[in-house]
């Protein structure tokens, strides 16, 4: 049971007249999913061996006989029933492999050696883009709102508005499980408040992986690819598995948080930004130079009397601007101070005080003693600590050093 490519000059040459039954369907609109196709002469349920079935753009044509599924076709043509072939399934892209595992897995197919069965039927299926599918949630539903500038990870309420589009990406599965052995059309009325049910069901596991990524609501218009990829995730078991549809695109028309959840974050993310003293400083300057504008604009009541009072109330605080700014500003670097001169090591002392790096004493012309001298006072015979670096003067007696008292 399969279908064989007509020649091209079929399409609307005398081969076309000659076939004995032709299968077609007009262009299917929008609104309709699903329907079944009619044979120019004869009855519409009895496919002949030899008969011709024409498919068009955006269309997918599957031969059913009695109840099952016989073959399936995607591509635009001009096609030959032959009732003793095995099936062919013109589909290309993922159509044709999502087509192939059902019709692989789902049915046995039945050959009556190139007799017409009991009941065969063909049924189009439109395959192009639905749109125009409008979505809005009737009550808000739960985002996390993550801004890990300021350290914020709180739970908000928000309501989403929008379209949608979906198609068909497996219509043996539509057919098996959705629209049936429909007698004329299926169309989108019957089944779009079912999808559109589960689509606000599936929003809030989709807002749940979108908002750990740290994308704002606020941000969510500018994200509808990742969107519509966690929809579809998130209705993989219910529409691709089940149904054989999946969401194209999702737009985003409005998105917005309570006016309370809104006034929240902002007050948060502002008393965050304070943590900064500078800018805490500006806001505080600004503060007061409005309460000064307010005092002075105040006929009621002394001015004075007014900037009395702001004065008491910044100084109770405990904080003022130029404490703030001064919390602001980096650290002072410390100057850099030169290297200490190493002290002299390689002079001698006189016995007049003086230091000297030369044979004789720069202050009084007394040569440089051969060895270490050796003090003692010649009044009191008081001796120095230090022999060779004697004071000024004794300390017992007062007796002034000079070379008397030199050993």
Same mark, same amino acid.
Not at 71 to 92: H, I, K
Not at 160 to 174: A, H, K, Q
């Given at each position: ?22 299968? =077609? ?46 073959? !399936? #076709? ?17 589909? /290309? ?9 059902? !019709? ?10 190139? @007799? *017409? ?22 009550? *808000?539903?739960?985002?996390?709102? %993550? ?12 309501? #989403? ?11 043996? !599965?539509?057919y098996a499980n959705v629209c049936g052995n429909v007698p004329e059309s299926y169309t989108r009325e019957t089944i779009d408040g079912q999808l559109k049910t589960e689509l606000m069901t599936a ?14 609501? @606020? ?33 985003? @028309?409005? %998105?917005? +948080? ?24 500006? =806001?505080?300057?600004?503060? $007061?130079? +409005? ?5 002075? +604009?105040?006929?009621?009541? @002394? ?10 109330? /910044?100084?109770? /605080? ?10 602001? $500003? ?10 200490a001169s190493p002290p002299q090591t390689n002079g001698w002392q006189c016995a007049c005080g003086a ?21 003692? &006072?010649?009044? &009191? ?15 017992? #007696?007062?007796? *002034? ?7």
């Amino acid at each position: 049971m399969g279908l064989i490519k007509a020649a091209l000059e079929a399409a609307g040459g005398v081969l076309a007249d000659q076939w004995l039954e032709f299968f =077609h369907c007009e262009s299917l609109p929008a609104n309709v999913l699903a329907v079944k196709g009619r044979k120019r002469t004869g009855t519409d349920n009895i496919i002949s061996d030899g008969s011709g079935i024409a498919v068009a753009d955006g269309q997918c044509v599957i031969i059913v006989e009695q109840g099952r599924v016989l073959d !399936l #076709c995607a591509e635009p043509g001009q096609y030959t029933f032959n009732a003793s072939g095995e099936p062919s399934l013109f589909a /290309g892209g993922d159509l044709a492999e999502n087509a192939a595992s059902s !019709l692989k897995s789902a049915f046995e197919r039945f050959k009556y050696g190139g @007799s *017409p069965g009991k009941d065969t039927r063909v049924y189009y299926f439109n395959t192009k883009e639905l749109i125009g599918n409008k979505y809005g949630t009737p009550s *808000p539903v739960p985002f996390r709102v %993550v801004d890990r500038n300021v350290g914020l990870d709180i739970d908000i309420s928000i309501r #989403c508005f929008g379209e949608y589009s979906y198609r068909i990406v497996n219509p043996i !599965l539509f057919y098996a499980n959705v629209c049936g052995n429909v007698p004329e059309s299926y169309t989108r009325e019957t089944i779009d408040g079912q999808l559109k049910t589960e689509l606000m069901t599936a929003l809030q596991p989709a807002f749940a992986k979108i908002s750990a990524t740290g994308i704002r609501y @606020s941000m969510l218009p500018g994200h509808t690819a990742e969107l519509a990829d966690a929809l579809n995730e998130a209705l993989s078991a219910k529409w691709r598995d089940l149904r054989g549809l999946e969401i194209v695109s999702l737009g985003i @028309s409005s %998105v917005k +948080a309570s006016d309370e959840d809104e006034n929240m974050i902002k007050e948060l993310q502002r008393n965050a930004a304070f943590r900064n003293p500078t800018m805490a400083a500006a =806001h505080l300057v600004g503060a $007061q130079a +409005a309460a000064m504008q307010a005092a002075a +604009a105040n006929e009621g009541a @002394s001015p004075a009397m007014a900037f009395m009072g702001m004065n008491m109330a /910044g100084n109770a /605080g405990g904080v003022n601007a130029q404490n703030l700014f001064s919390m602001g $500003q980096p650290p002072a670097q410390p100057i850099p101070q030169p290297p200490a001169s190493p002290p002299q090591t390689n002079g001698w002392q006189c016995a007049c005080g003086a230091v000297n790096k030369g044979k004789f004493c720069a202050e009084c012309g007394k040569p440089k003693p051969a060895g270490v001298p050796q003090y003692q &006072c010649d009044k &009191c015979g008081w001796e120095p600590e230090d022999k060779a670096r004697p004071p000024k003067f004794c300390p017992e #007696c007062g007796d *002034p050093f000079d070379g008397g008292d030199m050993k």
